[in-house]
């Protein structure tokens, strides 16, 4: 079975319906959606997405992050990916200079440690090419 990486905006864009989200990026999480592929969601992405909720202006509620989480199971199509050791040594090959937020490195690296496509937008991750790129 195909499996893949979601970064936090294509997830939020995804569970929202917002018209952002990229077509082979919607197409993908679709695919999820009815057990056709898996998606493996990084924890930082996770946590990013409770931050978010919380703003004045939330991008997504509380209660679709919790949805979310409701998903996620080992052998399930959402999976959370953790944020362990062999991430955090992925990290390394990032280069700071081209994707310098921390999350969006955290992000890749999980890519890179799984070895799967990362679903996301983000222009510097495009620039950079160190893992296989989905969104349009």
Not at 76 to 82: D, L, N, Q, V
């Amino acid at each position: 079975m195909e499996q893949f990486v979601a970064d936090t905006n294509a997830l939020i864009w995804h569970l929202t319906q917002d018209p952002l989200l990229g077509e082979g990026a919607k197409k993908t999480l679709q695919k999820a959606d009815r057990g056709e592929v898996i998606v493996h969601i990084p924890a930082i992405s996770l946590f990013e997405m409770v931050y978010l909720s919380e703003r004045p202006t939330p991008p997504i509620s509380r209660s679709q992050v919790e949805q979310l989480l409701e998903q996620l199971r080992p052998d399930g199509s959402y999976r959370i990916a953790a944020l362990d050791e062999q991430v955090i040594r992925h990290g390394f090959e990032i280069p700071r200079d081209q994707v310098p937020d921390m999350p969006d490195r955290a992000i890749a690296a999980t890519a890179l440690a799984l070895g799967f496509p990362l679903l996301t937008k983000d222009e510097r991750l495009h620039n950079w090419r160190g893992v296989p790129l989905v969104w349009d």
